[in-house]
């Protein structure tokens, strides 16, 4: 997909502008998402990814008016859901849907599997137990379970990528327009995840979903994504093509996340990696470019200018004074 | 088996009873590990990894059964007295989990458990422990050794969890690391970070290393040879370089095809492995892997491969049609 000069797809389904996250801990602010703008055209999956506590999982629980913002606009098809309450914002919460990371965690223990997916039924408000019972079934087949089988069982029954079939059944009930899908194969082993991957890439063109995609492995998210978002330490770096921004990184932190993934080729020794060290806190961000203090380019104007997000290659934008490309 | 290997795992069997019945965590494992050499043991969550790491640190739960034998440094681990056990833990073997607050003290600070293994090991003085205290933190990474010294496990990320744990359990100069899935809580630059100081630490100290992984990106540039495990069993075992070449067991094949790669185009679809692993109280009459196996025949159900030697004498493998051969059969 090319953009032009404007990071944002002409007609997006989801617009975030200029999002502020912050929480309180023990006095001090944590910088959670700092000003971050992304969108999503009608039909696409935009990829996020970042290291632990960038704040992926934040921006997905803000866009869905789970947590506040502190500032910004978050608009779905064009309404704004930071301005809206009760009724009209629960509304419009139907359409968007999100799977977690922890499949088993996110299923209540103690209800049947039947009862778990028609739980969001209820909650909209519809009251025939047959057309329930009918719209369960669809959705368990869909994802590929057998619902004779699986209707009366309670979650500890089945096995990780078993709860994580039944998550994506539960939130394509409704049969939603947008899927934020947060870690979903981070917690599973490699020989189930392409098993949810390829579930979740199916599900995508059979209900005609866009997906916000979070993971933290680049490769995944590339296996699924049309674009991807990076960011860190609330910010976004980079968003752009996949297979351009993976081909040619204009953000350091972009090539350095690349860099680090192993390759199971023995023929490809690991190159000994730059000594970056960590991420910095989130309570005392550095000033200028939040990257710096780990970037092997950081002059002096990185510490007392933020760089903007800025047109790299057509429809790629990387937020830094001295991009790679 | 071979002789001269620092590391020799035996026959070693691991026995857990459940209210289910038995579960055979570690099913007649044969492994070995010379003297500065790295093996990498990989396989998905529940084939028994960290029971077979268990196993040979004589680290077990109470009530599992361990038959078989492991030799190291000369001694069967199995049967030695207890006192022995733990002199030789922590001095020349030496342990690091996938969670560093599993080996850390949270109530002391890093210094009081850096020097205290250093003092009970070594019998270094008070300075000497903590000069030496410092030179490990330095080494592995963390900044300011000094000041870290004075901080709680808790005050830490993560990643220098990790680092400080690997400083512990290289304190004692240890004549094997096991390290279980050292990198799997952390972050990939973390990932990378943490696997290069062991990688280096390995090659000066000249310590022989096991490290445990579900990712095969991890072994692949990382290890002189890799041990696949499915179901309990080792399934195939090969030097690194032959393994990569040209695996034979289709559930290494499988799994390697299965992994998203970064050089491939978004949306292709991922060759994925159908249902899920047995379960462990139920063993399988044949071949563990012939649910999911798109080679199995009648005799993958009924009769179990062994490991053993095919083409050249180390590449081992379980499987009754290993993976070229039975393409050609097919074409
Ligand atoms: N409820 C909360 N109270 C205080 N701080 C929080 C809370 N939730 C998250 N944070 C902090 O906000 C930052 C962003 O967190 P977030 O969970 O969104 O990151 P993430 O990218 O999803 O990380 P992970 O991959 O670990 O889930 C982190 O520094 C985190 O510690
Ligand atoms: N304390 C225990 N009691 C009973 N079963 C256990 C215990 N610990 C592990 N197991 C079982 O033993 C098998 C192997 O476990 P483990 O060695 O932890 O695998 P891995 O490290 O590869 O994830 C699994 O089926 C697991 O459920
Ligand atoms: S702005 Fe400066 S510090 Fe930030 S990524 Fe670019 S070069 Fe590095
Ligand atoms: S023995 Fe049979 S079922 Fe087992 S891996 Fe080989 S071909 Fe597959
Ligand atoms: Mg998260
Ligand atoms: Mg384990």
Redesign the pocket.
Same mark, same amino acid.
Request: aromatic share 6%; charged share 10%; net charge neutral.
């Given at each position: 997909m090319m953009h032009g000069t404007q990071p944002a797809p002409s007609d997006p389904l989801l617009d975030v502008q200029n999002l502020v996250v912050e929480?309180g =801990?023990g006095g001090k602010i =944590?910088h959670?998402v700092s000003g971050v703008s992304l969108q999503v055209a009608r039909g696409e999956t935009l990829g996020l990814v970042?290291e632990?506590?960038?704040?992926?999982?934040?921006?997905g629980r803000a866009v869905l008016q789970l947590r506040q913002a502190v500032s910004g606009k978050v608009l779905f098809d064009g309404q704004d859901l930071t301005a809206m309450h009760g009724d009209t914002l629960r509304k419009m919460r139907q359409r968007v849907q999100l799977i977690f990371q922890d499949p088993i965690a996110s299923l209540n223990p103690r209800r049947r599997i039947g009862d778990i997916i028609a739980e969001p039924l209820v909650i909209a408000g519809i009251k025939d137990p047959a057309e329930r019972r009918q719209r369960v079934r669809d959705a368990l087949s869909a994802v590929g379970l057998d619902p004779q089988l699986v209707i009366g069982r309670l979650p500890h029954e089945f096995s990780g990528g078993q709860c994580q079939r039944i998550c994506i059944a539960r939130a394509l009930v409704l049969n939603p327009d947008f899927v934020i899908c947060d870690?979903p194969v981070s917690a599973l082993d490699v020989s189930i995840r392409a098993q949810i991957l390829n579930l979740l890439e199916e599900m995508k063109a059979r209900y005609g979903l866009t997906l916000l995609f979070i993971a933290?492995d680049l490769a995944v998210v590339k296996a699924v994504s049309d674009r991807v978002a990076v960011m860190y330490l609330g910010r976004l770096c980079e968003v752009g093509p996949s297979e351009q921004l993976f081909a040619h990184p204009a953000h350091p932190y972009t090539a350095l996340l690349i860099e680090a993934i192993p390759v199971p080729d023995p023929d490809v020794r690991p190159a000994e990696s730059v000594p970056v060290g960590e991420p910095p806190s989130?309570i005392a961000p550095p000033s200028g470019c939040r990257f710096r203090t780990r970037c092997p380019r950081a002059d002096a104007r990185c510490s007392s200018e933020m760089p903007e997000l800025r047109a790299v290659a057509p429809g790629q934008f990387a937020a830094c004074h001295h991009p790679l490309i | 088996m071979s002789e001269g290997a620092l590391l020799s795992i035996e026959d070693v069997s691991v026995d857990l009873p459940t209210p289910r019945g038995n579960l055979r965590a570690v099913d007649r494992v044969d492994l070995t590990v010379g003297a500065g050499r790295t093996l990498g043991v990989v396989g998905e969550s529940g084939c028994g990894k960290t029971m077979l790491s268990r196993a040979v640190l004589q680290l077990l739960p109470k009530k599992a059964k361990l038959s078989g034998r492991v030799m190291f440094d000369g001694k069967d681990l199995v049967r030695l007295p207890p006192e022995k056990l733990r002199k030789l833990r922590g001095r020349s073997l030496a342990v690091v989990f996938q969670d560093p607050m599993t080996s850390l003290n949270p109530v002391l600070t890093i210094g009081t458990q850096l020097m205290e293994t250093l003092q009970e090991h070594l019998e270094l003085d008070m300075a000497a422990a903590r000069q030496r205290s410092v030179d490990l933190l330095a080494a592995v990474g963390i900044p300011a050794p000094e000041q870290r010294l004075m901080q709680y496990p808790h005050q830490l990320s993560g990643g220098m969890r990790q680092r400080v744990a690997i400083a512990i359990a290289l304190s004692c100069e240890p004549k094997l690391l096991i390290a279980d899935e050292p990198t799997t809580a952390l972050d990939v630059t973390i990932q990378a970070q943490i696997l290069d100081l062991l990688a280096r630490e390995q090659r000066r100290r000249h310590m022989a290393m096991i490290l445990i992984t579900h990712d095969l990106g991890v072994v692949a540039g990382r290890t002189d040879e890799v041990a696949v495990m499915y179901a309990g069993r080792v399934v195939e075992r090969a030097p690194t370089p032959a393994l990569f070449k040209k695996m034979r067991m289709p559930y290494t094949e499988a799994l390697l095809a299965a992994i998203p790669k970064i050089d491939a185009a978004p949306h292709a679809s991922l060759p994925a492995i159908s249902g899920r692993p047995p379960d462990p109280t139920r063993p399988l009459p044949g071949c563990s892997f012939a649910p999911r196996c798109r080679y199995a025949d009648a005799r993958c159900q009924t009769e179990k491969p062994s490991l053993s030697e095919a083409e050249s004498r180390d590449h081992l493998y379980a499987c009754f049609h290993p993976v070229e051969t039975a393409a050609e059969v097919s074409a």
């Open positions: 929480y =801990v =944590v959670a970042g632990s506590g960038c704040g992926k999982s934040t921006l870690e933290h989130p | -």
